[in-house]
């Protein structure tokens, strides 16, 4: 079956450091990768997205490669802020499979100091 | 963006009551809404896949008859927690998958709904 694997926490940073969150998934097929980020006592927000080998998914900088031959969609920043304090969820998607949901990782959560 | 709410944001309930948490997606529709629990500083657990215009599948271990879930249209599915006890406080999500939105199955999510039962 499908599954995804990151890496534990918590990380702590201090402000303007690099960010790595090793996320590595098991897949029939050519899934969809995803970053969500959930802020302290909210929903889920998409933060990143790719859809197929060799994709970047970037956005607010940060950026994930969908790595097809290591299995792995590792989210990358190369300098954090405290506002970025928040647990990071990484999650695969069965492409066009119909009412199959998201298979999500456990979470990473990160706290950036100032 | 597709935008999907979630009602109420909190509730605290006396054990043995009924709440009801409705999610609506705003501005697409969805023949497919999931519900999620998280617990503290989890992960979250898929309860149940709800789609438009029958029954909702639930996870192993779910029981159904205390997670009434009903999917009547297109742009609203509503999770009702029957008879709750304190161990059914939780957050919950919902997310709904919007079919028009290209090949690949991107989720969109609720806010989450934060229950407490006293």
């Known amino acids: 079956g499908n599954s995804v694997t990151q890496m534990e926490g918590p990380v702590t940073l201090s402000e303007e450091a690099f960010l790595t969150i090793n996320c590595t998934y098991t897949?029939?097929?050519?899934?969809?990768l995803f970053w969500y980020v959930q802020y302290p006592g909210e929903g889920l927000q998409l933060l990143l997205k790719?859809?197929?080998?060799?994709d970047k998914g970037s956005n607010k900088g940060f950026e994930a490669t969908y790595r097809k031959e290591t299995t792995s969609f590792h989210l990358e920043k190369g300098s954090v802020q405290v506002s970025d304090s928040a647990v990071y969820f990484c999650?695969?998607?069965?492409?066009?499979?119909?009412?199959?949901?998201?298979?999500f990782g456990k979470g990473t959560r990160l706290s950036v100091i100032a | 963006g597709a935008v999907v709410s979630q009602h109420p944001s909190r509730v605290i309930c006396k054990s043995g009551t009924s709440v009801k948490i409705e999610c609506r997606s705003l501005?697409?529709?969805?023949?497919?809404m999931f519900w999620y629990r998280q617990f503290p500083k989890q992960s979250l657990m898929l309860m149940a896949t709800?789609?438009?215009?029958?029954?909702?599948?639930?996870e192993q271990g779910v029981e159904k008859d205390k997670f009434l879930i009903n999917h009547a249209s297109l742009t609203l599915s509503t999770l009702t927690v029957t008879s709750a006890h304190p161990e059914d406080s939780s957050f919950y999500i919902c997310?709904?998958?919007?079919?028009?939105?290209?090949?690949?199955?991107?989720?969109?999510f609720g806010p989450g709904t934060r229950l407490t039962v006293l």
């Open positions: 997310s709904a998958r919007n079919l028009a939105g290209g090949g690949y199955n991107e989720q969109f």
């Open positions: 897949a029939t097929g050519y899934p969809s």
């Open positions: 790719a859809t197929k080998a060799d």
């Open positions: 999650a695969l998607s069965a492409m066009n499979s119909g009412n199959t949901p998201l298979v």
């Open positions: 501005d697409f529709q969805a023949t497919t």
């Open positions: 709800s789609n438009e215009g029958s029954k909702a599948t639930y």
